[in-house]
């Protein structure tokens, strides 16, 4: 069985995303023997055989300010890991502390649905439906039914930050829209390989 397992940390996150869109390639386009985490996202179909798994340090996970999604509050969200054995897929993430005011550890898994193009998931704390993008990287939407929330705890973390009066208060609003209805959505980005130091 082939495992391949690349970490990525919360520094070099940025450079990731830059990297990702300054090169404006497919998935499949930039998927080498170099390279095989490329395919970690893509809907293209793996042996049973071939496993694939990253961990990301962090990402933004985003609260819907209003129903259509045209704004949104975003949240540092750390700890992400994926696997991939075929169509296979398990993910595990930590949601963030200062929107929920709980550790909440979630967990799902599912499969690829290649006759609509997304990634579905499902586990105890709530359903993801993702969809892998031209850039390699995957959006996922989130609708989550069971966790432990505490608002207020969530605003006392968000008062020892340092963050302006306006700032504040979207994102304590955030917080309230977030307790009444736990949805929201995130992008991973596809893992690419370690530059070598220069001679």
């Given at each position: 069985m082939k495992n391949i397992t690349m970490?990525?940390?919360?520094?070099?996150?940025?450079?990731?995303?830059l990297?990702?869109?300054?090169?404006?390639?497919?998935a499949s386009a930039f998927a080498t023997d170099q390279n095989p985490l490329a395919l970690i996202y893509s809907n293209i179909s793996l042996s049973p055989s071939t496993c694939l798994s990253t961990v990301v340090g962090a990402t933004d996970y985003m609260v819907p300010m209003d129903d259509q999604k045209d704004s949104s509050e975003s949240f540092i969200m750390k700890n992400i890991s994926y696997r991939r054995c075929g169509d296979s897929v398990q993910v595990k993430y930590e949601l963030p502390q200062d929107l929920t005011g709980a550790?909440?550890?979630?967990?799902?898994?599912?499969?690829?649905?290649h006759a609509t193009n997304t990634l579905e998931l499902s586990g105890p704390q709530g359903q993801a439906s993702c969809v892998p993008r031209t850039d390699g990287a995957m959006k996922c939407d989130v609708k989550?039914?069971?966790l432990e929330?505490?608002?207020?705890?969530?605003?006392?973390?968000?008062?020892q930050k340092n963050l302006n009066s306006n700032d504040l208060q979207k994102k304590l609003e955030a917080v309230g829209r977030f307790s009444g209805n736990p949805v929201g959505f995130f992008t991973v980005y596809p893992p690419v390989p370690a530059i070598p130091p220069s001679m």
């Open positions: 970490r990525i940390s919360k520094s070099v996150m940025k450079q990731i995303c990297t990702v869109l300054l090169s404006g390639y497919a550790k909440n550890v979630v967990r799902m898994a599912g499969s690829f649905q989550f039914q069971k929330l505490n608002p207020g705890q969530a605003a006392e973390l968000l008062n």
